[in-house]
């Protein structure tokens, strides 16, 4: 079983940027895809990024990409999130969790499982 806790929120200015790390528990967190999920007031958790085990494959919302950049360091037991350019649209509860079933790219949050209490990320304009 893996357990994860994202860290590295904040409040940052529109244009900025922010680093966001899943540390991830327990023995298989290398074989793991993991994923990348974010919820802003009023609306429902959508999906962000997502990465293969070894990092080989990387998929990424239309929203956000060419902005952010996910990323891993197995021998961290760490998923990171690189968040540039940030937009006050970006603003949302930013959750990592492990992908259970599901085919590639993942998308889908019934597709994982052990989420993480999420880190809280605000963008001013």
């Known amino acids: 079983q893996v357990r994860v806790r994202e860290s590295g929120g904040g409040l940052v200015q529109a244009g900025e940027s922010l680093r966001l790390s899943c540390k991830g528990s327990?023995?298989?967190?290398?074989?793991?895809?993991m994923g990348w999920f974010r919820q802003a007031p009023g609306k429902e958790r959508e999906f962000v990024a997502s990465?293969?085990?070894?990092?080989?494959?990387?998929h990424y919302a239309d929203s956000i990409k060419d902005r952010f950049t996910v990323s891993r360091v197995n021998a961290e037991s760490t998923v990171y999130l690189q968040m540039d350019n940030l937009k006050p649209e970006d603003t949302a509860v930013y959750y990592c969790?492990?992908?259970?079933?599901?085919?590639?790219?993942?998308?889908?949050?019934?597709?994982?499982?052990?989420w993480g209490q999420g880190t809280q990320v605000t963008v001013s304009s």
């Open positions: 969790a492990v992908q259970r079933s599901g085919s590639y790219p993942y998308t889908r949050q019934e597709d994982y499982d052990f």
């Open positions: 327990g023995r298989t967190f290398s074989r793991e895809n």
């Open positions: 990465i293969s085990y070894a990092g080989a494959y990387k």
